[in-house]
Structures are given as C-alpha cells and as structure tokens.
C-alpha cells in the first residue's frame, strides 16, 4: 500500500513485517496433519521454507494456513506418512 | 516428545514472496538461527532481494542492506569497516548472495573481500542459475543443464561446462574456513555457520538450494533433492579449515540418475551422458578423499 | 599552519581533518597520490578512528563506502577518470540511498585515446547520479571544500553524496601554499556523524528495498527538492566556513569583475585562473571584461546566471569537456536557464571548447575568446560551438 508523500522516509527502510501478507492464498493443496499416525519427530516443523508450521504446547505439529503455500515439503519429509495433501479450500 | 534438533527461535518470519519449496528460504531461515540477533545482513540483487516483500515489508527481523548486485564482498568489507571503527566488533557481518551474484559478477569483490582477511562471513545459496532473472545460466550450472540461455533445441544446446567449484577457489586463498552444506542437512548447516561466525576473519559457507522453480521440480521433492545430490556424491558436505580437509558426510552411494530424473531440467539427458557424468563425479569424490587424506597428515 | 603542498596533498589533509570512519579508495592516476597519503596517515597512527580499505576496484570503493555509510560511519573515497566511471553504478545507489559522503574526483580525460591530463569530461558523465558536484580552482579550495562538503551533505535537508573535483596534475601535483587548518578548529566547525537512518542492531530494518511504482517517483522527488534545497545550505556554508576560516569562495558562482563588464568568460576549474589573468592584462587595456567562476555545477546556479545574463551583453562558456549532443554541457544548462527567464535577458551567447585531454589553456588562449566573443557579439556568431586551439587554426577576427 502506497504511503503518502509525507510518510515516506528519504530512503526506503522497510521495517513492517511481511505477516501482513498472506500468503495462503497461493495455495492449491493443503497439508492436513493426521495426528494419530504424527511422532512428533518435528520434520515439519523443520522443513517448511514459510515457517508455517509451529508446535503447540503438547509437542503437535500445527499448520498456519494463513500463511501456506501448500509446497508439500512437509508431506514428503513425514516419516510416517501423516500429512496429506488435500485439493481443500484454500481458506 | 523429540527435542529440537535445530535452535528454535526465528529471525524469518511468514509473508514472503519465495516460490513454493524454495530451497534459498529454507537456507536464510537456518543461516539466521546460528547467527542470532547481533547480525547485520548485505544481500545484493537476487532472489533474496525480492524474497522479503515489497516495501515497506521485510520478512527478516534485522537490518538488511540491500546492494547492487556483483557488490556483496564489498559491501560487507564495508559494513565491517564502519562497525569495527565504531567499535562494534561482536556483531555478525554475513553476506548472503545467490551463485550468480557470487560466481560471476561478484567474485572480484568477494575475492578482494577474502584476501583482506575480512572479519565476515559469506554465504552463498546456490540454485545453480540466475534464477531471479528467470532461470538463466551461471557458471555454477552444471553440465548437461536445461537453462533459458542454454535450451536445449535441435542442436543440443544445453549447458556444457563444468560447474564452477566455489569452495576450491576459497581453499586457494587460504581462507580460514569454508563449507558446503545442504538444506536437507539444517543441522549441519547451522553447525558450519557458528563455525563461521566464530572466526576473526573471512568464511564462505556454499549452501545448495533446490529451486523447483528453475529446476522443474516438484516442490515437495526440495529437501528429497537436496539430500540426494549429496548421497549421489554430486555435491559432498565438507568443510575446510586452514587448508584442512574434512568430509562430514561419506554416504552409501545412491544412483545419480535417481537425482537427475527428479528435475524437469536434466530431462533430456540420455543414459550415456549420465553415465559419463557419474564416473566424472566418483573421480572428483575420490579426488576430495584423497585431499582429506592428505591435508590431514600436514 | 601553512604548507607548500600539491592538490592530492590538500585532499589527504581534508580528508583527515574530517575524521572519516571508514575510507575505502583504489589508486587511479592522478589521484594515487592521495590513496598513499592517507596511507602515509594510518601508518603513522595519525588516522587512529579510521578503517582503510584499500579495494581491488573502485566499484567496490564505492559500494564499500556505501554500506559503511549505512552502517552509521563518516566515509571518504577519491578517484579519476575512468575509475569515476567504473563507479557510475553505484554512483546512483550511493545518491539514491542518501549517503552523505565525500568523493574527490581528480579531472582526467577518458580513453580511448589513453591520456592522463586534465579534462572535465569523467565529472560530467556523473552529472546525472543525483551526486553534488562543485569545481575546484586552487588546491586551498579542495582543501576547504572536502571540510565544507562534509558539513553541507550531513544537513538534514541535504543528505546527498558530493563531489569535488580538482584538475588533474595542474592541481593533484602541482604544490601551492595552503593553510592547513588545525584539527580542533575543524572540529568545532565540523562535528561528529550522528545520522537518522542508520543500522539499528536487532531491529527490522531493509535499507533500500523493492519499491512499487505507486513510490517510487516520491522517493526521487525527495532526492530533486534536497538537490534544490541545498543551494541554500551552500551558501550558508560558504559564508560560514569564512567567518570561522577567514576563507569563502562567493556560494555556487563566484563573479569576478563581471559587475560592469560587457563580455565575460563562464568556466570551472584552473582555467579560471589563467582567465583571471587574462582579464587582469584586458582591463588595462580598458577592455570591459570579467570570469564567472562556475563552482557548483549540481546543483545548477541557475539564478546566478540568469543574474549575470542581465548585466553583460556576451557571454562565452568555455568548457574542457563535451556532450556530444549540441554543444558542452555548461552551455546546454545556461541556455536552459535562460530559455524560461522572467526577466527575459537574452545576451550573446557562445560555446567555446578547451583544454581537452590536458591540453594547456594558455594566457593568450583566453585573450583570443575574449577578442572572439567581442567580435562576434557585435558582428554576428559564425559557430554555436566552436572548439579551440585545433591543431588546424581557425582564423580568429
């Protein structure tokens, strides 16, 4: 979003964070994490280029949908075949 | 419950504009957990450049100086200069730069960076072409590579010379520590970049970086890609300390076919010129083999 | 305390006096004296809050000084020639990110053919960067210009990257007396960098990042007003570096006995005073003529012409370097000056081209553009642009 003349600094320093933007729109498929087959082995986690994955307090992998791009990375890192990647509302 | 492998705090946050599996994400984001706080950050034109946002976002929790493009060694020569003169010496200087920026238009600087015994680190995330640009080909473009400056045409067009090796150019300027690390490896990844940030001098760390953007792969196959060019022996994980060889990783070998097939780019290489590959590349681990060997008894 | 020293010598010790944090710089002739100079200074401890990097280009002198400069430090850098032009990418970056530093650019001829001697031609290809430009005449001119410069550029209204350049071997290597300041003095004139947008360690902060083009004309507009807005600070400067100095240089032009003259010479660098000389020798003569000393060529003095096309009939811009499009640059924002005057004075106006590649602009050089301009003022211009001192004459009435 344009800032007005005003606003602007001499140079641009950006210093919003970008979770302003949400990134889960790109998405054509979604991970679904089922959490019986899940190790907590923290692969996931690990693995996700978008940082849209976070373990919660009990040590389960969640997924911010908010924010993913539906890359698949963490279905392909899961050792035990947990997350499936589901043609799902990108919502 | 496992315990984290990796530091679990983050300096990268969600919102940024990197493609789907992008390997050049996953290697900021593990870069930045071994860095930590103290770090001021040069990245010159490259996907990196674009990764954080449009203005006035950025996705990473640190000064960033964004720089022309084949200027990384001297921007970070110079980042250095005002800190120490300010007497702020105990903060990270990194430099992070795609092969394009590193191998081609910015060797001049990062050589000059690295023979003045720069306190700095350089890190270079590897995607094997210019892939900001739109996937054309650098000197790190391996051999037998589809690129959009190398098609492959009628006359088999495609990429014909050896991948630029980084890592040896460093070895021979006596720098006092290089790596290369994969993001199929964040453990070891993050190991080396502590190594680098705790010498008094210049480090060049070579991080592979699967783009599926570029290589026409599957984006879920990034960090399988990066695994296996690094069991297939095509890019080994070592590092080089004062001339010291050390290979970190001595895998059981997996079939570089398996590697190749996986990406879109290599697709229309036939069975005899993977063959002719494989055995330049069991020529070259052997060669890495006896260097370990040999600079270990110095 | 008074020195018998060259042009590069005088750069050094402004340099020095300035307490840069970080120079970063590689040799180029003629300038190469200054890079060993400063040397000179680390090696003695005279430098001690300094960093030299001494760089394998000067491309990266530049981007170098650049992110030393975002990273909150003071920054010098000297070149010439086709090193200057090498930096013109960066040139952009540095006025673009509003860095305020300081670059002595020795005049010297681009090749092909090879020359190393004195010609405007490598200052003026910049003209475009967004940097500050302003022509010395004297190396206690250089001297004070990098102490003064510093100052102008670090003004909040400012922050543009300037550029002073002094002519190659006339000055960079010929001595002539220069009162060196002492270092307390000029640290009271000049005080410490303290810039606003700088690194801020642990805080989210992408200097110079992607712009949509919803911005980024503002940004550039920002860059346009502060180039205008420091026409005042150069004043202010000037005159104020006089009074604590007892040295000023008359603001962005300096007119010299051009109050009653008819015809008068507009020119930049040591030509100028050869041109004072010659104007000397001409008024015994009774001859009415004057030298406009063109010092600050970004930003453009528009109103100091516009001032001085009131007052003379003929006007003669000489100029050591070229466009290659109609005429010398000078005479290109001269005209376009005047074009738009309200006032609308419309004195005669010629383009006369000097001194390219080193050759000497003598004494009788400048008399022959004077007789030249008069002549033609009053009988009619022959040439817009007429280039000077060819190896075949032209015949001069």
Redesign the interface.
């Known amino acids: 979003m344009a800032k007005t003349y005003d606003e602007l600094p001499i140079m641009p320093i950006s210093d919003t964070s970008s979770e302003g933007v949400k990134t889960g729109s790109w998405r054509t498929y979604m991970p679904v994490i089922d959490l019986k087959k899940c190790v907590k082995c923290n692969n996931c986690w690990k693995f996700c280029p978008d940082v849209a994955i976070y373990i919660g307090e009990e040590g389960f992998p969640h997924v911010n949908y908010d924010y993913c791009k539906g890359c698949g990375i963490c279905a392909n890192e899961c050792p035990t075949k947990a997350i499936n990647m589901t043609r799902g509302d990108s919502e | 419950m496992t315990k984290l492998t990796i530091p679990a705090e983050e300096y990268m946050n969600s919102g940024h504009m990197a493609c789907q599996g992008c390997g050049a994400g996953l290697a900021m984001r593990y870069a930045l957990k071994a860095l930590g706080e103290k770090t001021v950050i040069s990245i010159p034109a490259c996907c990196w450049a674009v990764i954080p946002g449009v203005y006035p976002n950025s996705c990473l929790n640190l000064p960033l100086v964004y720089t022309a493009f084949e200027v990384t060694g001297a921007s970070i020569s110079g980042i250095r200069a005002a800190l120490d003169a300010q007497g702020k010496k105990d903060v990270n200087v990194v430099g992070f730069a795609g092969d394009g920026g590193t191998a081609d238009i910015g060797l001049q600087s990062l050589s000059g960076m690295v023979e003045r015994n720069t306190n700095a680190i350089y890190i270079c995330y590897d995607n094997e072409a210019y892939m900001n640009t739109g996937i054309q080909r650098s000197s790190s473009t391996p051999e037998g590579t589809w690129t959009t400056t190398t098609p492959v045409g009628t006359t088999k067009y495609w990429e014909l010379t050896k991948k630029k090796n980084m890592v040896e150019i460093m070895v021979a300027h006596n720098i006092p520590y290089t790596a290369t690390a994969s993001v199929a490896y964040p453990e070891d990844l993050i190991r080396k970049v502590k190594k680098a940030a705790s010498i008094d001098g210049p480090s060049y760390i070579h991080i592979f970086a699967p783009c599926p953007t570029g290589w026409k792969s599957d984006p879920s196959k990034s960090v399988e890609l990066a695994r296996k060019v690094v069991t297939s022996h095509i890019f080994p994980l070592y590092e080089v300390e004062n001339g010291v060889y050390k290979i970190n990783m001595k895998p059981k070998k997996t079939p570089i076919k398996e590697y190749l097939m996986m990406q879109g780019r290599f697709r229309h290489l036939d069975d005899e010129f993977i063959e002719k590959y494989d055995k330049e590349i069991e020529k070259d681990w052997e060669k890495l083999i006896q260097k370990e060997a040999f600079t270990s008894e110095q | 305390m008074k020195q018998v020293i060259t042009g590069n010598s005088a750069t050094a010790y402004g340099a020095k006096l300035s307490r840069p944090?970080?120079i970063?710089a590689y040799p180029i002739t003629p300038q190469t004296t200054i890079v060993e100079y400063i040397a000179n200074f680390m090696a003695d401890g005279e430098l001690e809050?300094?960093?030299y990097?001494?760089?394998?280009?000067e491309?990266?002198?530049m981007?170098?000084?650049?992110?030393?400069?975002?990273?909150?430090?003071r920054?010098f850098t000297a070149t010439s020639s086709h090193g200057l032009a090498l930096m013109h990418?960066?040139l952009m970056?540095a006025a673009?990110?509003?860095i305020p530093m300081v670059m002595v650019n020795v005049n010297r001829a681009m090749g092909p053919p090879w020359s190393v001697w004195a010609d405007h031609q490598d200052s003026i290809a910049q003209r475009d960067t967004g940097w500050m430009q302003v022509f010395a005449e004297n190396n206690q001119e250089i001297l004070d210009l990098v102490i003064q410069s510093y100052k102008i550029a670090e003004n909040s209204d400012v922050?543009l990257p300037n550029m002073i350049t002094q002519d190659a071997f006339y000055l960079s290597h010929t001595v002539e007396p220069v009162d060196i300041p002492e270092q307390e003095a000029v640290d009271e004139f000049l005080p410490a960098y303290e810039p606003d947008?700088t690194?801020?360690?642990?805080?989210?902060?992408?200097?110079?990042?992607?712009?949509?083009p919803?911005?980024y004309m503002?940004?550039r507009?920002?860059?346009a007003k502060?180039m205008d807005d420091s026409r005042n600070i150069i004043k202010k400067t000037d005159a104020e570096f006089g009074k604590k100095f007892g040295r000023s240089y008359g603001g962005m032009m300096e007119f010299y006995k051009c109050e009653d003259a008819d015809y008068v010479l507009l020119g930049a660098g040591t030509s100028v005073s050869t041109a004072r000389q010659a104007v000397d020798e001409l008024r015994k003569e009774g001859k009415k003529v004057g030298i406009a000393k063109l010092r600050y060529f970004r930003p453009f003095p528009y109103e100091e012409v516009r001032k001085l096309a009131s007052m003379v009939k003929g006007i003669g811009v000489f100029e050591r370097t070229f466009t290659f499009g109609h005429g010398g640059p000078f005479y290109n924002e001269v005209m376009g000056a005047l074009y738009n005057d309200p006032a609308g004075s419309k004195p005669f106006i010629k383009n006369y081209i000097l001194g390219l590649g080193g050759r000497d602009v003598k004494l009788d050089d400048v008399k022959d553009v004077f007789k030249n301009l008069e002549h033609e003022t009053n009988n009619g211009i022959t040439e817009e642009v007429q280039w000077h001192g060819l190896l075949k004459p032209q015949e001069v009435k």
Do not use: P
Not at chain 3, 53 to 57: A, D, F, L, N, Y
Not at chain 3, 199 to 212: A, E, H, T
């Open positions: 944090g970080v970063s809050n300094t960093q990097i001494k760089v394998e280009s491309h990266s002198a981007a170098s000084c650049i992110s030393a400069g975002i990273a909150g430090s920054v990418e960066v970056w673009g990110a509003r922050m947008h690194v801020n360690i642990g805080k989210r902060q992408g200097f110079g990042s992607l712009v949509m919803d911005n503002e940004f507009y920002k860059m502060a």
